[in-house]
């Protein structure tokens, strides 16, 4: 291969690099953001919770009160990991990460939303079984409520992990074609090349 040839070639395959970051960049913000979005409907739900819990339990009795306060209580909880995710998520500098990383990220992020999805499967099952187990108290109204604040909250948790994991999917999708269009572009320009 001639000097030329050569320079050129590694040109072409720098420019193609850069071609490709620009795509890359544009993928990692829109992951950042689909984690955001999701953090920030999941932080919603938990002030909702919180601050209805809080305000409808001192005006409430019977299940309904134990209701309230689970309500509150099981939020403070959800509350934090949205804002934590959120803190991490806003520090990550989307034009400093490398593919390998962010991929990682997100399926991380991913395998995080289905574990969870499989606890909130266990939570309604254990709300469920408080709801049952009342009907065998003297004083049913804690276990009743609490049973079922608990089954309401893993049933949201539920829909809202899955939800965000079939939805984080289309990044899966769209960085391997983009990511395979860059490089065959620049084999097939670079085979041109060589061949002359």
């Known amino acids: 291969m001639r000097p030329f040839t050569f320079i050129f070639l590694f040109s072409l395959l720098t420019l193609n690099a850069w071609s490709q970051y620009d ?13 955001n979005t999701a953090m920030t409907v999941l932080g919603s739900w ?8 809080l305000i409808l339990q001192s005006k409430s009795d019977g ?40 991929f990682k990220k997100l399926e991380g992020f991913q395998r995080a ?18 709801m049952e187990r009342s009907n065998r108290e003297i004083n049913p109204d804690r ?30 999708k769209q960085i391997v074609p983009a990511f395979n269009t860059s490089m065959d572009g620049a084999i097939e320009i670079g085979f041109r090349i060589g061949l002359n």
């Not at 049933?155 to 899966?172: E, G």
């Open 46 to 53: 938990a002030i909702i919770n919180i601050t209805g819990g």
């Open 63 to 102: 299940e309904m009160k134990y209701f309230h306060q689970m309500n509150a209580g099981w939020n403070i909880v959800n509350a934090g990991i949205a804002g934590l995710s959120l803190i991490r998520s806003l520090k990550e500098k989307s034009n400093s990460a490398d593919f390998n990383s962010s």
């Open 113 to 130: 939303l289905l574990f969870n999805a499989g606890l909130d499967v266990g939570y309604v099952a254990g709300g469920l079984y408080l």
């Open 143 to 172: 276990l009743r409520g609490f049973g079922k604040s608990i089954a309401l909250q893993g049933a949201f948790l539920f829909a809202f992990d899955l939800a965000a994991y079939f939805s984080s999917k289309k990044f899966n």
């Open 23 to 35: 795509s890359f960049e544009h993928w990692n913000e829109s992951r950042l953001q689909h984690q």
